[in-house]
């Protein structure tokens, strides 16, 4: 897209910027027509999807051997990754580093903004700007809303700009967790996702996973959605007017039983009661909105049961054992997809034999 004079106006102004549509947005962090910075789901379209779900399937396979791993730990061995985490996190920054060594990337970390030079005073910004001196990727958890985003904005304006990948901004998005969702679901689904049904269940208004997955269902035809929560933490209406602008049919119900019954996905979440401001979430019935053994036999048999995990008593670990419960693969889907999409980032999927099979 042309920028205009406006639009470069705008681009230095970070709270205009910000202020923008998110579709504007997107052409702001793409270089050479592809994603650059990993920011927002709605950075993905469906041939961008399925083919970081193609690049996904031929690492896994091609890395089982010895010789497969050591041409895959070859694409990016040039390359240093900074892994910045200071949220809580075990899975996400585990596949994020596994998938960096996977292709050969060397990674530093910072987990805790306390012992990092934030604490000596230094500013969010700076202290991100110091990344970009030593690496050439930053993935990101962030407990600050936007700052993911801001970080992108002001690095892409300076001399030394490196890519971001947003691995979970506060209560906005989880991009990366999305796309492991979907490859969940396609890999489950036999590669057709188109005409599903997909409840999500629990605190979907705090959730960021369950706001990135429905911004990516947009790539899909025919679908349905099913939001199953109490009313204190029903979706928030900026995913309900995009499901409405994009003609995506859903429906809203706080009852369990109910809405999973006819589901081919059952998208589970834990209460985010880290955003409570005063234990408002203690006082909610959560054990309505779990699954247990019982639920077994009320949904379809084909039906996927997913959690981004961590667990609490969401899902009951007698449910662990059926060939539905998908989460633990989920799991290590992530870390394939993670590969796939730094290498996306980085071009060097053209130098994969990228398999066509679903
Ligand atoms: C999720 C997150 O951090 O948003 N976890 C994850 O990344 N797998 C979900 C959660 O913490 O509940």
Redesign the pocket.
């Known amino acids: 897209m042309e920028r205009t004079i406006e639009m470069m106006e705008i681009e230095k102004n970070w709270d205009k910027f910000l202020s923008m549509p998110i579709e504007t947005k997107i052409s702001h962090f793409m270089r050479e027509g592809r994603i650059y910075d990993c920011l927002f789901a709605q950075q993905f379209n469906r041939e961008v999807l399925e083919y970081i779900f193609r690049i996904a399937n031929t690492l896994r396979r091609i890395t089982k051997t010895k010789e497969g791993m050591n041409f895959a730990s070859s694409l990016l061995n040039h390359k240093r990754a900074m892994l910045y985490f200071i ?1 809580p ?1 075990t ?2 920054f585990l596949s994020f580093l596994n998938a960096c060594h996977i292709l050969g990337i060397k990674t530093s970390e910072i987990r805790d903004a306390s012992i990092s030079s934030e604490y000596k005073g230094e500013s969010p910004e700076d202290t991100i700007r110091t990344f970009s001196s030593y690496v050439d990727l930053i993935i990101m ?1 962030h407990p600050a809303q936007n700052f993911v985003e801001k970080s992108a904005w002001l690095m892409n304006r300076t001399k030394r700009p490196v890519p971001i990948i947003n691995a ?1 901004s506060s209560k906005d998005q ?1 991009p990366t ?1 999305a796309l492991l969702d979907t490859y969940t679901l396609y890999r489950s689904f036999g590669g057709v996702i188109d005409g599903k049904t997909i409840a999500m269940v629990g605190d979907l208004k705090r ?3 369950v706001r990135s997955l429905s911004f990516l269902m947009e790539n899909y035809k025919n679908m349905k959605l099913v939001y199953i929560a109490p009313p204190e933490f029903k979706m928030e209406r900026d995913v309900i007017d995009f499901l409405n602008k994009k003609n995506i049919s859903y429906y809203e119900t706080e009852n369990f039983e109910e809405g999973i019954k006819e589901a081919d996905a059952i998208y589970m ?2 209460i ?1 009661d880290e955003h409570d401001k005063s234990g408002e979430s203690k006082k909610i019935d959560y054990s309505k909105y779990s699954f247990t053994k019982k639920h077994l036999d009320i949904i379809k048999k084909d039906a996927i049961i997913m959690h ?3 667990r609490r008593e969401e899902i009951s670990v007698e449910v662990d054992d059926d060939p539905r419960a998908m989460y633990w693969r989920q799991e290590r889907n992530g870390m394939w997809a993670r590969s796939a999409l730094i290498s996306y980032i980085f071009g060097v999927d053209a130098k994969i034999h990228i398999e066509n099979k679903a």
């Open positions: 949220q996190s899975r996400t958890r979970g989880h967790q959730g960021r996973t979440t834990r985010q981004p995990l961590p």
